[in-house]
């Protein structure tokens, strides 16, 4: 911890810059790990919404302000936080293709739960590189697999009772679902190709097929 004292002799711009590794530090740089066969977003906390929002930061960068003291010298003063209006803050939104659907906890009970075909449930974040290497392989497969499958997104972030629920720990994470239950060994995490991609949905439409 800072002492009072010292903070308030700090300039503007180094008080921003420790508000912003506070954040940050709370996510703990997610580590990136890569082999010859995947890549995947890791985290090393608990499955939970790991991205604050930016008006937090936003608005602690407004609430600095400069006064004049008495020796003629500028003091930094830290005012409160206020909110901002949402509308001021950039949101990003997951891009889905053809044949893919974005669906939000209070959705998922009856589109996938509820869904009298299997159901491919892709767990992605918008800040996840590797969510977006598979994008163009995930919407190929939607389109090619529309009648036997449904191909859905879940934001990892905004989701995160059912990030907690199913112990989504990488990014991205797929997981098929059939009648209302989870495909045993059917997760698989990490961006893959095309080819081996369609491998994996081939070989468990026909185990789930079989059974």
Known sequence: MWA????????????????????????????????????VVRSSFPPARTVSSPSKLYSAI????????????????????????????????????AGIKEIKESEFRSTVLGSNRPVLVEFVATWCGPCRLISPAMESIAQEYGDRLEVVKIDHDANPELIKEYKV??????????????????????????????????SLLETISVA
């Open 4 to 39: 009072v004292a010292t903070i308030k002799r700090w300039t503007p711009f180094q008080l921003i810059l420790l508000v912003s590794l506070n954040q940050h530090s709370a996510i703990n740089m997610d580590t990136v790990l890569s082999s010859s066969s995947s890549l």
């Open 62 to 97: 407004s609430s600095f302000s400069v006064t004049p003291s008495s020796n003629g010298l500028r003091r930094n003063r830290l005012s409160p936080l206020r909110s901002l209006p949402s509308s001021t803050v950039p949101r990003l939104s997951l891009r889905c293709g």
């Open 169 to 202: 720990y990488g990014l991205p994470t797929l997981i098929l679902f059939k009648d209302g239950q989870e495909v045993a060994e059917s997760r698989r995490e990490g961006a893959i190709t095309k080819a081996k991609l369609k491998e994996y949905v081939d």
